[in-house]
T-cell receptor
Framework: GDSVTQMEGPVTLSEEAFLTINCTYT??????LFWYVQYPGEGLQLLLK?????DKGSNKGFEATYRKETTSFHLEKGSVQVSDSAVYFC?????????????FGTGTQLKVEL | EAGVVQSPRYKIIEKKQPVAFWCNPI?????LYWYLQNLGQGPELLIR????????DSQLPKDRFSAERLKGVDSTLKIQPAELGDSAVYLC???????????FGQGTRLTVV
């Protein structure tokens, strides 16, 4: 079945450091890939997405490239801020039976310190 | 535009008691999802509705869980009776159509004691 594996946290960085959160997936067909973010006390928010191989999703300084050859969708940001502290979830979506099926990773907590 | 609204935000109940969660999706969104998020885990789908029809409930533990979406708008998820292992966050999400982007509510954190 579908699965998403992401690096365990927590990841602790100093402000302005470079961020990479690894994500790999297993799925049949051609899934779409997503990064969701969950700030403390809030619901999941879509951060970025990519729908086909070699697509790059980007938002708020975060980027991720859909690599079919390595089945990866690593999240990167060149300079993190304290406000980026949150839990980040990698997810894939396949359309089955006419609808969405989102499969999430376990989440990676990011802590950014001054 | 209002997002997905869930209530209550928090609920503490004793084991063997019933509990219900409510979700109001974004206006006009035909597809509604209930997800379960255990501590330290990613969300897992419990049930998906297309309008008022449950089209995917394969992961819903039907011995104690039930859901309804009367009139194809808001939805209720019920657990009866609750067990200690049901302590988790229950997330509701909606999308304009089955293949569209899903928007999530803030969730209901259930604690069973």
């Amino acid at each position: 079945g579908d699965s998403v594996t992401q690096m365990e946290g927590p990841v602790t960085l100093s402000e302005e450091a470079f961020l990479t959160i690894n994500c790999t997936y297993t799925a049949t067909g051609y899934p779409s890939l997503f990064w969701y973010v969950q700030y403390p006390g809030e619901g999941l928010q879509l951060l970025l997405k990519a729908t086909k191989a070699d697509d790059k999703g980007s938002n708020k300084g975060f980027e991720a490239t859909y690599r079919k050859e390595t089945t990866s969708f690593h999240l990167e940001k060149g300079s993190v801020q304290v406000s980026d502290s949150a839990v980040y979830f990698c997810a894939l979506r396949r359309v089955t039976g006419g609808g969405n099926k989102l499969t999430f990773g376990t989440g990676t907590q990011l802590k950014v310190e001054l | 535009e209002a997002g997905v609204v869930q209530s209550p935000r928090y609920k503490i109940i004793e084991k063997k008691q019933p509990v219900a969660f409510w979700c109001n999706p974004i206006s006009g969104h035909n597809t509604l999802y209930w997800y379960l998020q255990n501590l330290g885990q990613g969300p897992e789908l419990l049930i998906r509705y297309e309008n008022e029809e449950a089209v995917d409930d394969s992961q819903l533990p039907k011995d104690r869980f039930s859901a309804e979406r009367l009139k194809g708008v808001d939805s209720t998820l019920k657990i009866q009776p609750a067990e200690l292992g049901d302590s988790a966050v229950y997330l509701c999400a909606s999308s304009l159509e089955g293949s569209g982007e899903a928007f999530f509510g803030q969730g209901t954190r259930l604690t069973v004691v």
